[in-house]
C-alpha cells in the first residue's frame, strides 16, 4: 500500500502564488512508481487532470488550462511531488488530489492510470 498526503493548501488572491506538496509513503518501493500526477475537481464539476511527472525521467504534461502558470516537479529523495502554482485565478478553485501511477506507460492525464490518491487539499482563490 501507498499513502499519499497532500499539504499546502489555502486561500489565495487572484493573481497569487501557492505551493502545494504530496509526500508519499508506504510499503510499494518508489523504484516501482512510474509517475505521479495532480488532478483537481470544483464543486459540481467532475476530477479533472492538471499535471503529471514521470518518476524517473522528470519529464511533464500539463493540461492546456494551467500551461505556463502551473509547474510540476519531485524531489526523489524525499518521495514527493510539487505543484507549483502562479498566476492563480479564480477557476483555479478545486480540491487538489495527487496519484501515483505504478501501472507503467500509459495516458497520464487520465485518472484511470494511477492506482493511489490522497485525500486532497483546498485550494481557493478569490477575486
Known amino acids: 500500500q501507498v499513502l499519499l498526503v497532500e499539504s499546502g493548501g489555502g486561500l489565495v488572491q487572484a493573481g497569487g502564488s501557492l505551493r502545494i506538496s504530496c509526500a508519499a509513503s508506504?510499503?510499494?518501493?518508489?523504484?516501482?512508481?512510474?509517475?505521479m500526477g495532480w488532478f483537481r475537481q470544483a464543486p459540481g464539476k467532475e476530477r479533472e487532470f492538471v499535471a503529471a511527472?514521470?518518476?524517473?525521467?522528470?519529464?511533464?504534461i500539463y493540461a492546456d488550462s494551467v500551461k505556463g502558470r502551473f509547474t510540476i516537479s519531485r524531489d526523489t529523495s524525499k518521495n514527493t511531488v510539487y505543484l507549483q502554482m502562479n498566476s492563480l485565478k479564480p477557476e483555479d478553485t478545486a480540491v487538489y488530489y495527487c496519484?501515483?501511477?505504478?501501472?507503467?506507460?500509459?495516458?497520464?492525464?487520465?485518472?484511470?492510470?494511477?492506482?493511489?490518491w490522497g485525500q486532497g487539499t483546498q485550494v481557493t482563490v478569490s477575486s
Open positions: 508506504g510499503r510499494t518501493a518508489s523504484r516501482y512508481r512510474y509517475a
Open positions: 511527472i514521470t518518476w524517473i525521467g522528470g519529464n511533464t
Open positions: 496519484a501515483a501511477d505504478y501501472s507503467g506507460p500509459g495516458g497520464l492525464a487520465s485518472s484511470k492510470q494511477y492506482d493511489y
